[in-house]
């Protein structure tokens, strides 16, 4: 993803004991930030979650993607509810506290480590997010609490050699880690590798990590989706690939799958309400 002047920005890094201070490298946001001609997903995404970050044409878009798939709007919150039920598991079962949030979206209410640090108050969370929508917003974000600590990078997910680089300035990566990687992997169509992606994140984590993913299915309401990607697509600048259950169960190859698996991500450690959402959930541990 080459272009590393002017792309990567880490920014107001609050380090465990120390008062933070906002260091911002290269952080200029393109123009393409504010292009209000060109639906953009986090902006849409943050529409269909009741939020005011949005244009005409990004809502635009969202409607018409509502009135082929009506479920978006249950599903966008079904899918922040399973960051919360995660983020949760995570800390409070699993004994994380250190967390790399990739594709993280606009801010939104319970962003990663304010759940976390509810919980364990040292939480360290590094945000991701090639867009530099969300970096325009990314101060939000980094509200850490006084023992934890946040930073923002703009990188794009294939370039994990960066990300990992640059995390590395707050995570401790000798010790465990949980990636979240929650509505990102369909925007790493398959000529990309994704699955390679994942695996050198992972590589790149000691044993006890964790890799948390969302991903929209292409086998459950399988016509409807297919009509509501080709309606996406038609107008997104990053198209979006959807997976089937095999596909995205890849992406834990080498992991072992924590109860109740991969599953549609309402139903991840949650009562089923009957909804049939079409959307996959799961976190694995690496052994
Ligand atoms: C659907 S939102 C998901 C937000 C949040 N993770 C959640 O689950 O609520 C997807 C986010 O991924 C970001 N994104 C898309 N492609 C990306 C890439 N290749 N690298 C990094 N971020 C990406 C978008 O900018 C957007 O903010």
Do not use: C
């Not at 309606?231 to 109860?259: H, I, K, M, S, W």
């Amino acid at each position: 993803m080459g272009d590393a002047a002017g792309k990567v920005a880490v920014m107001s890094v609050k380090r465990i004991g120390t008062e933070p201070g906002p260091e911002m490298r290269s952080a200029a946001p393109g123009h393409e930030a504010f292009d209000r001609n060109v639906p953009h997903i986090a902006r849409m995404y943050d529409y269909w979650l009741g939020g005011k970050d949005n244009y005409a044409v990004d809502r635009a878009v969202a409607d018409q993607i509502a009135a082929i798939f009506p479920d978006i709007l249950v599903g966008v919150r079904a899918q922040r509810a399973f960051l919360g039920r995660v983020v949760r598991y995570l800390a409070a079962e699993a004994g994380i506290w250190q967390f790399l949030d990739i594709g993280t979206g606009l801010p939104s209410a319970d962003n990663t480590h304010e759940v976390a640090q509810r919980i364990v108050p040292q939480s360290r969370v590094v945000y991701v997010d090639n867009s530099p929508v969300v970096l325009a917003h990314a101060r939000a974000l980094l509200g850490s609490g006084p023992q934890g600590a946040t930073a923002f990078i703009q990188a794009d997910l294939r370039d994990t050699g960066r990300i990992l680089a640059e995390a590395a300035r707050i995570l401790d990566l000798s010790q465990p880690v949980a990636v979240l990687l929650l509505g990102v992997l369909p925007f790493i169509p398959d000529d990309d590798d994704p699955a390679t992606i994942v695996a050198r994140l992972m590589a790149a984590a000691p044993p006890g990590s964790y890799l948390a993913v969302a991903h929209p299915a292409s086998d459950i309401a399988a016509e409807q989706m297919a009509r509501t990607v080709r309606r996406f697509n038609l107008q997104a600048r990053d198209p979006v690939t959807v997976r089937t259950y095999a596909e995205v169960a890849r992406f834990f190859d080498g992991l072992d799958l924590v109860e109740p698996g991969l599953v549609q991500l309402h139903r991840w450690r949650a009562e089923s309400d009957g909804l049939e959402l079409p959307n996959y959930g799961g976190v694995g541990r690496k052994p």
